[in-house]
């Protein structure tokens, strides 16, 4: 198993930025691709990004496409979300999550854990 906690949200300007970080525990961190996820208040979890188990590749949804960034360290146990140009649609709890697969995936039923989420909120 590996232990998932989530950093970093808070409260920003529209067009302003956060980086969000990711710190596993448990099982060898480079074993598992991970991905961010985000939920609004009465809203589906909803796929935002995903970054293969090496970090060689990775893919985003197209409403972040070009304005967030997903990284790992593996070697820190740790993953990334950057996110610029923030706007008030982006508000949401952000989870990360991480799957054994090598495939890309992108619905949440994939991931086999997560983290507890943390909280960004864009003001206008």
């Known amino acids: 198993q590996v232990q998932l906690v989530e950093s970093g949200g808070g409260l920003v300007q529209a067009g302003g930025s956060l980086r969000l970080s990711c710190a596993a525990s448990?099982?060898?961190?480079?074993?598992?691709?991970m991905g961010w996820f985000r939920q609004a208040p009465g809203k589906e979890r909803e796929f935002v990004a995903t970054?293969?188990?090496?970090?060689?590749?990775?893919y985003y949804a197209d409403s972040v496409k070009g304005r967030f960034t997903i990284s790992r360290d593996n070697a820190k146990n740790t993953g990334y979300l950057q996110m610029n140009s923030l706007k008030p649609e982006d508000t949401a709890v952000y989870y990360c999550?991480?799957?054994?697969?090598?495939?890309?995936?992108?619905?949440?039923?994939?991931?086999?854990?997560w983290g507890q989420g943390t909280q960004v909120t864009v003001s206008s």
């Open positions: 999550a991480a799957q054994s697969s090598p495939a890309y995936l992108t619905r949440p039923r994939d991931y086999h854990y």
């Open positions: 448990g099982r060898t961190f480079s074993s598992y691709a």
């Open positions: 970054i293969s188990r090496s970090g060689g590749t990775t």
